[in-house]
Each structure stands twice: as structure tokens, then as C-alpha cells.
């Protein structure tokens, strides 16, 4: 069984940063990419930032040049460095892992459980 689990959301004033984390666990036979998702309340969820195992990575235009990604393979880990937040950026934030397991070479997608992140004016 793979599991997601995200750490770091909170409350923070805007301008304000934060950092969330999330590590990949379970019977994992190779991650392609992992990424962070939000939805926010009344919208669909949409994508915040990707990175792939070779280290290339792709924003959404609302957070490039303030969000950063970056990945840990040895630890199967994912961040997300969220620095000038704004009111908009408020959301629940979901981790996603493009993995395959051991018995199988098809690529499925796992979803964290969210983390949420809400930003004050």
C-alpha cells in the first residue's frame, strides 16, 4: 500500500512563507514525478507545481517566481517553498506521487490527504 503524507500548511499573514513537505511510503517501485495541487473553496483543483525524477520542473503561472519545488529521492520526499503568499493562494493543498509498484509497470497517480493553507490579508 503507497502512501502520501503532507506536512507544513497552516495560517500565515500575506507576504508571509511557508513550507510543506511530503513523503512517499509503501511498496514503491519507481516515482516518475511528484507534484502539489490545490483547490480552493468553489473551484476545481488545479496544479500548483511538478517536478520529475530527472529534476525538471513546471509552475503554474500564479506562482512562478514565488513557490519553489524540490524533491528528495533518496527520501521520496517532495517540498514546496512558499514564499510571498497572497490571499488567492489560499487553498487546500494536495501532494501527488506518478508511481509504479513492484508487481505492475503501469504508472498510477496517489493523492495526499491535503493539507490546508490559508492566508490572511
Known amino acids: 500500500q503507497v502512501q502520501l503524507v503532507e506536512s507544513g500548511g497552516g495560517l500565515v499573514q500575506f507576504g508571509g512563507s511557508l513550507r510543506l513537505s511530503c513523503a512517499a511510503s509503501?511498496?514503491?517501485?519507481?516515482?516518475?514525478?511528484m507534484g502539489w495541487y490545490r483547490q480552493a473553496p468553489g473551484k476545481e483543483r488545479e496544479l500548483v507545481a511538478r517536478i520529475i525524477s530527472g529534476g525538471d520542473s513546471n509552475y503554474a503561472d500564479a506562482v512562478k517566481g514565488r513557490f519553489t519545488i524540490s524533491r528528495d529521492n533518496a527520501k521520496n520526499t517532495v517540498y514546496l517553498r512558499m514564499n510571498s503568499l497572497k490571499p488567492e493562494d489560499t487553498a487546500v493543498y494536495y501532494c501527488n506521487g506518478e508511481l509504479s509498484l513492484p508487481e505492475s509497470p503501469a504508472i498510477r497517480n496517489y493523492w495526499g490527504q491535503g493539507t490546508q493553507v490559508t492566508v490572511s490579508s
Open positions: 509503501g511498496s514503491i517501485f519507481r516515482i516518475y514525478a
